[in-house]
């Protein structure tokens, strides 16, 4: 297999723009970049699943409005229609939720139908610390199961296992395909109005 490496700012720079090319808010496409850095500390190959995340949102498989139940058996995010839920829209909104819910003994968070269960888990173990014990990031479409009692939990918060990434350059491909749809067009125009360095650059 074929693998590129790259910096941690290359893969943070590059991810971000493509899930902004992708057609997520900055907001969400800061935290998929959170997520791959992650990642590719932990040693894992953040471009397979982040590929597949964002042609399942790009092709219109995946749905990108979460909504939330409350049952007996604890919180349910799921999507709000019949395609698989986007990992990239819900693994932030799951992370908060667990933030709080974790605080609870008896909680329990549930997201029904990922397109890819693996980067929900990544994203939660990124920014709280969390994620079930042995999980794959693999696959899909699947459920994630969060218990706050514990069980079947590890630490996600362990220091940094590598000192850069690497990507399958296959998978990498595809995100640079949708990192190109961030970029604008470069014309005579767009230069003149001010992009890149201008026509004079005075520095």
Known sequence: ????????????????????????????????????????QQGRDPAPMLAAALVSLTDDAAEASVKHERSE?????????????????????????????????????????VDVPGWVIACIAARTGDGPAGAEAGGG?????????????ESSGAAAHADFARVDLDAWAIVQRHFRLSLVPSTDASRSAGAGAGLVDTD
């Open 141 to 153: 479409p699947g459920d994630v199961v969060m218990p706050a009692d514990g069980r079947g939990m």
């Open 73 to 113: 058996t604890g919180t349910v995010l799921m999507a709000d229609g019949e395609r698989p839920l986007s990992a990239l829209v819900s693994g932030p909104s799951a992370a908060d939720w667990w933030q709080v819910l974790k605080q609870d003994p008896a909680a329990r968070l549930m997201l029904r139908n």
């Open 1 to 40: 297999m074929a693998v590129l490496r790259l910096s941690f700012g290359e893969l943070s720079f590059y991810c971000c723009r493509a899930a902004f090319g992708a057609g997520l808010p900055w907001g969400l496409a800061e935290d998929v970049a959170i997520t791959a850095v992650w990642l590719a």
